[in-house]
């Protein structure tokens, strides 16, 4: 018996029910593991065969006779090498979140999740039934458990294996990010490791799939719980970690371990990642974007330039009567420096015709937030036609701290295909902004220094309607995302009517958030599956 095993890391970006362009990725990654790294065994994420979440296609049989074709042509495609991979079984009337061993051309051993999570962005609960204990499967005399994703953050099931002998256990993510995740998914591990006093490798699926972002951060960690090897984030890679065996202890030899990212680089390539994915796995041509001048708008104008590219990217600024001429300089300046296509239209045609058809039913009203309204809807109607006709998404451009308390106009600003900061409060923008110029400067510097305003009467600005937002956020992120109470946010310091004020906007706002275009998840709660609140209500 060989003293040494190699294990490949196949951090994979799948495709949501792509099941046959995932398994031949699975097979050609089996096969470059097997022939060009020498790897013993590979090891895929958490159900990528169907990309993670599958949600309703779960619900549909087709999937699961597809599937086991998949299984088949990766157990008889992948002679050689031990394949793990993650899939969906259904077995009668029960489906199982599954993880499959398949070696020379059968199917080794297979085992089910016990643990589903059913809270934050997850409801596995509403299609799985929950798996029994597991047993452990050989590999050159070495016993190895599998613990998919969850199994991993209760002690039980690592346990259950280390009890049937086993000296490694590998566990499957799909595992979204959010802010330090991955110093929490380590945390976790160590925790396991000091229980059991043996190795984990940690693979985790990477890619953008709707709001979620997977980052893959795969990593390793010995049986003393130091971390001997950790993947880049967000890329694609398979990355092989050797095992020697001791004793009979298996030792892992310590490897490449990439440092965490800085917060702010770190969410930038998120939303990049998240913007890139979107586009190219729903088949646009590219992306049309408002641009104001403004700071939200030309960071989300930087993000789509690094995420698809230049040539595929249009930014179109829409001067009304209120707009300040340096808006306009300032949106031409983003787009020449970044290269990309720039269009100047003028809403002030569009909007007075829409104001002498309405002149009749708005006989004896007041000028008030219709006509600021009016002037958001004429964007949107512009930036959607331009949509239709060219085939590219419009990327909107409103921040989690509009759409919380509702500083934003449905079918107007809101209009478009995917928000893409629509989790990123103010505050955290410009953090962002000031990321990105440190690389090379796209954003003016007078866009980050203006106050911010959405130029739809005489003299606006946002904190004409809006707390501070240096105020504003912190409440925000105590009210929607720790769920705290009017009294302990006042307790922490804020003046009541101010938190009053603020918590009366959110709650009144949900009938527009729920309308609102999906977006990238980068916090522990974002507005979307994070967050169900009803709209109609009484609390």
Same mark, same amino acid.
């Given at each position: 018996?060989?003293?040494?095993?190699?294990?490949?890391?196949?951090?994979?970006?799948?495709?949501?029910?792509?099941?046959?362009?995932?398994? %031949?990725? #699975?097979?050609?990654?089996?096969?470059?593991?097997?022939?060009?790294?020498?790897?013993?065994?590979?090891?895929?994420?958490?159900?990528?065969?169907?990309?993670?979440?599958?949600?309703?296609?779960?619900?549909?049989?087709?999937?699961?006779?597809?599937? /086991?074709?998949?299984?088949?042509? #990766?157990?008889?495609?992948?002679?050689?090498?031990?394949?793990?991979?993650?899939?969906?079984?259904?077995?009668?009337?029960?489906?199982?979140?599954?993880?499959?061993?398949?070696?020379?051309? /059968?199917?080794?051993?297979?085992?089910?999740?016990?643990?589903?999570?059913?809270?934050?962005?997850?409801?596995?609960?509403?299609?799985?039934?929950?798996? /029994?204990?597991?047993?452990?499967?050989?590999?050159?005399?070495?016993?190895?458990? &599998? $613990?998919?994703?969850?199994?991993?953050?209760?002690?039980?099931?690592?346990?259950?294996?280390?009890?049937?002998?086993?000296?490694?256990? &590998?566990?499957?993510?799909?595992?979204?990010?959010?802010?330090?995740?991955? $110093?929490?998914?380590?945390?976790?591990?160590?925790?396991?490791?000091?229980?059991?006093?043996?190795?984990?490798?940690?693979?985790?699926?990477?890619?953008?799939?709707?709001?979620?972002?997977?980052?893959?951060?795969?990593?390793?960690?010995?049986?003393?719980?130091?971390?001997?090897?950790?993947?880049?984030?967000?890329?694609?890679?398979?990355?092989?970690?050797?095992?020697?065996?001791?004793?009979?202890?298996?030792?892992?030899?310590?490897?490449?371990?990439?440092?965490?990212?800085?917060?702010?680089?770190?969410?930038?390539?998120?939303?990049?990642?998240?913007?890139?994915?979107? &586009?190219?796995?729903?088949?646009?041509?590219?992306?049309?974007?408002?641009?104001?001048?403004?700071?939200?708008?030309?960071?989300?104008?930087?993000?789509?330039?690094? $995420?698809?590219?230049?040539?595929?990217?249009?930014?179109?600024?829409?001067?009304?009567?209120?707009?300040?001429?340096?808006?306009?300089?300032?949106?031409?300046?983003?787009?020449?420096?970044?290269?990309?296509?720039?269009?100047?239209?003028?809403?002030?045609?569009?909007?007075? $015709?829409?104001?002498?058809?309405?002149?009749?039913?708005?006989?004896?009203?007041?000028? %008030?937030?219709?006509?600021?309204?009016?002037?958001?809807?004429?964007?949107?109607? &512009?930036?959607?036609?331009?949509?239709?006709?060219?085939?590219?998404?419009?990327?909107?451009?409103?921040?989690?701290?509009?759409?919380?308390?509702?500083?934003?106009?449905?079918?107007? %600003?809101?209009?478009?295909?995917?928000?893409?900061?629509?989790?990123?409060?103010?505050?955290?923008?410009? *953090?962002?902004?000031?990321? *990105?110029?440190?690389?090379?400067?796209?954003?003016?510097?007078?866009? #980050?220094?203006?106050?911010?305003?959405?130029?739809?009467?005489?003299?606006?600005?946002?904190?004409?309607?809006?707390?501070?937002?240096?105020?504003?956020?912190?409440?925000?992120?105590?009210?929607?995302?720790?769920?705290?109470?009017?009294?302990?946010?006042?307790?922490?310091?804020?003046?009541?009517?101010?938190? /009053?004020?603020?918590?009366?906007?959110?709650?009144?706002?949900?009938?527009?958030?729920?309308?609102?275009?999906?977006?990238?998840?980068?916090?522990?709660?974002?507005?979307?599956?994070?967050?169900?609140?009803?709209?109609?209500?009484?609390?």
């Amino acid at each position: 018996m060989e003293n040494k095993i190699r294990i490949a890391m196949a951090q994979k970006n799948f495709l949501v029910g792509d099941i046959e362009g995932n398994r %031949d990725k #699975i097979i050609a990654s089996s096969i470059n593991a097997r022939d060009i790294l020498k790897a013993d065994i590979v090891v895929f994420p958490e159900l990528a065969l169907t990309g993670y979440p599958p949600e309703d296609l779960l619900l549909r049989s087709e999937l699961f006779m597809r599937v /086991e074709s998949a299984l088949s042509m #990766i157990k008889k495609g992948t002679i050689g090498i031990d394949v793990i991979t993650g899939h969906p079984r259904k077995s009668e009337n029960s489906i199982f979140n599954s993880a499959t061993v398949t070696r020379d051309g /059968e199917i080794l051993y297979t085992c089910d999740k016990e643990y589903l999570p059913n809270y934050s962005i997850f409801d596995e609960m509403r299609y799985f039934k929950p798996g /029994e204990k597991k047993n452990i499967f050989k590999f050159k005399g070495v016993s190895i458990g &599998i $613990a998919i994703c969850e199994d991993a953050w209760f002690p039980g099931p690592v346990i259950n294996a280390r009890e049937k002998g086993a000296q490694l256990i &590998i566990t499957i993510n799909a595992s979204p990010f959010n802010v330090n995740k991955n $110093a929490e998914r380590i945390s976790v591990l160590r925790k396991r490791i000091a229980e059991n006093r043996i190795p984990m490798v940690y693979v985790n699926m990477v890619g953008g799939q709707d709001e979620l972002i997977f980052d893959g951060n795969s990593f390793a960690i010995d049986e003393n719980g130091n971390l001997v090897q950790c993947s880049p984030p967000y890329i694609e890679g398979i990355f092989p970690i050797d095992f020697v065996i001791q004793n009979s202890i298996l030792k892992p030899i310590p490897g490449e371990i990439v440092p965490p990212l800085l917060e702010e680089k770190s969410i930038y390539e998120a939303l990049v990642l998240g913007v890139k994915d979107y &586009i190219n796995k729903n088949n646009f041509n590219g992306a049309v974007i408002g641009i104001s001048g403004g700071i939200d708008s030309a960071l989300t104008l930087a993000i789509a330039v690094d $995420a698809i590219g230049k040539a595929r990217v249009q930014a179109v600024s829409m001067p009304s009567r209120y707009t300040a001429d340096i808006s306009i300089e300032d949106a031409r300046t983003e787009a020449e420096i970044l290269g990309v296509e720039f269009t100047l239209i003028s809403i002030e045609e569009t909007f007075k $015709a829409f104001i002498n058809s309405l002149a009749h039913e708005f006989k004896n009203f007041k000028t %008030d937030t219709t006509e600021e309204n009016l002037q958001a809807r004429c964007r949107g109607v &512009i930036l959607m036609a331009i949509s239709n006709k060219k085939g590219k998404i419009v990327l909107t451009t409103g921040n989690k701290s509009e759409m919380a308390v509702g500083y934003a106009t449905l079918y107007g %600003d809101m209009a478009g295909g995917f928000s893409v900061i629509k989790d990123v409060p103010k505050t955290l923008v410009y *953090r962002l902004a000031k990321y *990105r110029n440190s690389i090379s400067p796209v954003i003016p510097e007078r866009v #980050i220094k203006r106050p911010p305003s959405a130029e739809l009467a005489p003299g606006q600005k946002d904190d004409d309607s809006l707390p501070p937002y240096e105020i504003l956020d912190p409440i925000l992120e105590m009210y929607i995302e720790e769920d705290k109470c009017i009294r302990e946010i006042v307790k922490a310091g804020y003046d009541r009517n101010v938190v /009053e004020k603020v918590v009366r906007m959110i709650l009144r706002n949900e009938y527009k958030r729920r309308q609102s275009p999906p977006g990238v998840r980068i916090t522990r709660r974002a507005f979307g599956k994070d967050r169900r609140y009803p709209i109609t209500s009484g609390f």
